[in-house]
T-cell receptor, first 118, second 112 residues
Framework: DGGITQSPKYLFRKEGQNVTLSCEQN?????MYWYRQDPGQGLRLIYY???????QKGDIAEGYSVSREKKESFPLTVTSAQKNPTAFYLC?????????????????FGEGSWLTVV | QKEVEQDPGPLSVPEGAIVSLNCTYSNSAFQYFMWYRQYSRKGPELLMYTYSSGNKEDGRFTAQVDKSSKYISLFIRDSQPSDSATYLC????????????WGLGTSLAVNP
């Protein structure tokens, strides 16, 4: 089945350690995104990529890094510079933007990864 | 002021009730209005979308957009316990201005 796979589902990290969250999609989507979700703060965009080997910072990129070497993969590294990394992380993807018509550019989400700093 | 405002709730209703979920926004350039449903510890999934103004119905769900008031609503008729989830509104402009702007989400509990 087509979809977005995030791993691991749950991850514990010690302070000072980097950790990488995996995101793989088989929807043949060009665009991929990483969001962070905290209680009371909704979804906040960390990084996004519209094409292989290119990515842009979102609203809260500090302390995070990404790569986009393959169309299917968009891993997120949470570095030790991220001051409050404990959160629910969501990877998403979308197809090519439709510049005309009544349908939006639908974003599809993975199941999420829970990161806890201990 | 945030571009999109959504009351986080929580909202608790008895089974069978009509539920009204709402968002307000400030950017008149928004053209696409979406509702996502998110079950606990899962990723959000698109429930419905509306382009520009008007209503859209899908089974027990109705989405409304009032661009003059910058106000959107999602109505759930005959609510079921399986509707218990967080509902997020999201909006975007058209053309090259398609960045999604999200509401905080409203937590809904439908009690049997």
């Amino acid at each position: 089945d087509g979809g977005i796979t995030q791993s691991p589902k749950y991850l514990f990290r010690k302070e000072g350690q980097n950790v990488t969250l995996s995101c793989e999609q088989n929807l043949n989507h060009d665009a991929m995104y990483w969001y962070r979700q905290d209680p009371g703060q909704g979804l906040r965009l960390i990084y996004y990529s519209q094409i292989v080997n290119d990515f842009q910072k979102g609203d809260i990129a500090e302390g995070y890094s990404v790569s986009r070497e393959k169309k299917e993969s968009f891993p997120l590294t949470v570095t030790s510079a991220q001051k409050n990394p404990t959160a629910f992380y969501l990877c998403a993807s979308s197809g090519p933007p439709i510049f005309q018509g009544t349908a939006p550019n639908t974003i599809y989400f993975g199941e999420g990864s829970w990161l806890t700093v201990v | 002021q945030k571009e999109v405002e959504q009351d986080p709730g929580p909202l608790s209703v008895p089974e069978g009730a009509i539920v009204s979920l709402n968002c307000t926004y400030s950017n008149s350039a928004f053209q696409y209005f979406m509702w996502y449903r998110q079950y606990s510890r899962k990723g959000p999934e698109l429930l419905m979308y509306t382009y520009s103004s008007g209503n859209k119905e899908d089974g027990r769900f109705t989405a409304q957009v009032d661009k003059s008031s910058k106000y959107i609503s999602l109505f759930i008729r005959d609510s079921q316990p399986s509707d218990s989830a967080t509902y997020l509104c999201a909006m975007s402009g058209a053309g090259n201005n398609r960045k999604l702007i999200w509401g905080l989400g409203t937590s809904l509990a439908v009690n049997p």
